[in-house]
């Protein structure tokens, strides 16, 4: 056997196509389709009524290896990510040494070669430690055999100015791109939600929208006066789509994401006290969750990022103040888009290939992933079902933590192939 031929799937939702998975490559020549056939040496997929996506890219996850493994590993998480159609993920650099040297970004690069699931790009840390107080080894990090080429200090803000200015002028003799977690940090203190009249309800903390939108309006201008590339992590109100999109709008190299939580989900969850709707930043308003999906649908914001973060179940199972911020989500975020964005007709599927394989790979500059499936484009494939629906059961997760917000929640489709390079990692929904 030497490749795969996928019968009958409707490339990015179009007429039903044969495509041949041959030495890497996608190989669409209907002679040299039909030969393989007639050869008898492939494996044949029947792809009928099934949408055939190239691999997904996400720019935001966390794998938390090395040193929390208890939570994640690279080899599980790419797993999970295998399952959600993705073959490429951008792993987050606040693991245990923080990857803020070479040395480390390697470990994480090398650890998810050999597992062979997924393609891992490791985020390299803006600042040592993700303190704060000074630049990380961008340089290295770079230079490394990981190539890294998005910086990040996810979890917290670079709030410094002066040194945010500083790592988006570094970052520009690699190509690189700076990945923001817009969070004031001394407007969100002890923040433990969205502020507003439900959170002085609740009692709990608020976490005001202008604690997000005043970072990047910040970092918009700085990025705009230094001529860097900017990216705004996990965007969650309409306040800050609007400086995007006047950012957008002056021509500075502005890119943002939003997570399949902020578009479905809404503050009024943590009404139920359960730390399970726990994350950084919060959920948000349904009048928040309108204007992101909106601004998906416009191109204001670039791609859809999954924030996959797994916690084990002690760090998740106590009251609300105590528990750790996160939610995992590589495994329903093609699902939780369908149900948001294609079923209400505000994205096509051509649009969500852009939105969550070609803009990530684009801005993540990973050249491999995030190519149209045409003739001789790398053999990265998803095929997807957005005929069924299923109910979430988090047992059911790959993942080694199980804290999502959707078990127990019908959501549509199912991803039932994935291929890496023409190699399967999940067939029949299972992986391969």
């Not at 494996?43 to 966390?62: R, S």
């Not at 709030?159 to 520009?172: G, T």
């Not at 009404?271 to 308003?285: E, F, G």
């Amino acid at each position: 056997m030497t490749g795969y031929l996928i019968t009958g799937a409707a490339i990015l939702g179009g007429d039903p196509t044969d495509l041949l998975l041959q030495d890497g490559r996608v190989v669409l020549d209907p002679s040299v389709v039909e030969r393989s056939r007639d050869d008898g040496d492939v494996e044949v997929v029947d792809a009928t009524g099934l949408i055939a996506l190239p691999g997904l890219v996400d720019l935001h996850t966390h794998l938390r290896e090395p040193g929390r493994e208890d939570a994640e590993t690279v080899l599980t998480g790419t797993q999970a990510a295998a399952m959600g159609g993705f073959t490429a993920v951008h792993a987050m650099a606040n693991t245990e040494p923080v990857a803020d040297t070479a040395g480390v970004v390697e470990q994480v690069w090398r650890l998810g070669r050999e597992g062979g699931y997924c393609d891992v790009y490791p985020v390299g840390a803006v600042t040592v430690g993700l303190a704060g107080q000074r630049l990380a080894e961008l340089g290295a990090m770079a230079d490394s055999a990981a190539r890294v080429r998005v910086f990040s200090d996810d979890g917290h803000c670079v709030d410094d100015a002066v040194l945010m200015r500083r790592a988006l002028e570094y970052v520009k003799a690699f190509d690189g791109v700076v990945a923001q977690h817009a969070q004031e940090p001394r407007l969100t203190g002890n923040a433990q939600m969205n502020e507003g009249e439900l959170s002085g309800r609740l009692g709990l903390a608020g976490w005001p929208a202008v604690a997000e939108e005043a970072v990047i309006a910040r970092d918009c201008l700085l990025a705009a006066h230094v001529g860097s590339r900017l990216h705004v992590c996990h965007v969650s109100t309409a306040g800050s789509v609007e400086i995007i999109r006047q950012a957008k709008a002056s021509g500075w190299n502005v890119t943002a994401e939003v997570c399949p939580h902020h578009l479905l989900l809404t503050d009024e969850l943590a009404a139920t006290y359960d730390p399970i709707y726990k994350v950084n930043p919060p959920l948000r308003t349904a009048a928040d969750t309108e204007a992101l999906r909106a601004a998906l649908a416009d191109g204001t914001i670039d791609v859809v990022a999954t924030d996959h973060a797994p916690h084990p179940l002690e760090d998740k199972d106590c009251e609300w103040a105590a528990a750790a911020f996160g939610m995992i989500g590589l495994e329903t975020a093609l699902s939780v888009v369908q149900e948001t964005m294609v079923d209400p007709g505000l994205l096509t599927w051509a649009e969500v290939a852009e939105r969550m394989s070609y803009a990530p790979a684009r801005i993540g500059r990973v050249g491999d992933h995030g190519q149209p499936l045409e003739e001789g484009a790398p053999a990265n494939v998803v095929l997807y079902d957005p005929s069924v629906r299923r109910v979430v059961d988090a047992r059911e997760s790959v993942s080694l933590s199980r804290n999502t917000p959707y078990a127990g929640m019908e959501l549509p489709g199912r991803v039932v192939a994935t291929f890496l390079r023409g190699t399967p990692t999940v067939l029949d929904g299972k992986l391969a």
